[in-house]
Nanobody, 123 residues
Framework: QVQLVESGGGLVQAGGSLRLSCAAS????????MAWFRRAPGKEREFVAA????????YYDDSVKGRFTISRDNAKNTVYLQMNSLKPEDTAVYYC????????????????WGQGTQVTVSS
């Protein structure tokens, strides 16, 4: 069982930056592939980024590639999402998620979810 708690969301102007954190409970964090998803108002939840257990491989949706960076610190049981050059269309609730095994881009593949943190980008 893994419990995930996101933090770091807020209101930022377009072009600004935010860093989201997701703290995981338990001693098995390093066994999980981790991902960030987001849900904008009136839209489906969508994949943002993911990385493998060691962090050696990372994956991004095309909409955030080159602007967002996912990373993890297994010693701190934490995964991060550095978001730069933010756009109004990045406005959403951001969720972190965990799963054993390989990385997938589909939300249904993930077993554990945080409660989400709101990111609002003003134009």
């Amino acid at each position: 069982q893994v419990q995930l708690v996101e933090s770091g969301g807020g209101l930022v102007q377009a072009g600004g930056s935010l860093r989201l954190s997701c703290a995981a409970s338990g001693r098995t964090f390093s066994r999980y592939a981790m991902a960030w998803f987001r849900r904008a108002p009136g839209k489906e939840r969508e994949f943002v980024a993911a990385l493998t257990q060691t962090g050696s491989s990372t994956y991004y949706d095309d909409s955030v590639k080159g602007r967002f960076t996912i990373s993890r610190d297994n010693a701190k049981n934490t995964v991060y999402l550095q978001m730069n050059s933010l756009k109004p269309e990045d406005t959403a609730v951001y969720y972190c998620a965990a799963k054993g095994g390989s990385v997938y881009r589909r939300a249904l593949e993930y077993d554990y979810w945080g409660q989400g943190t709101q990111v609002t980008v003003s134009s």
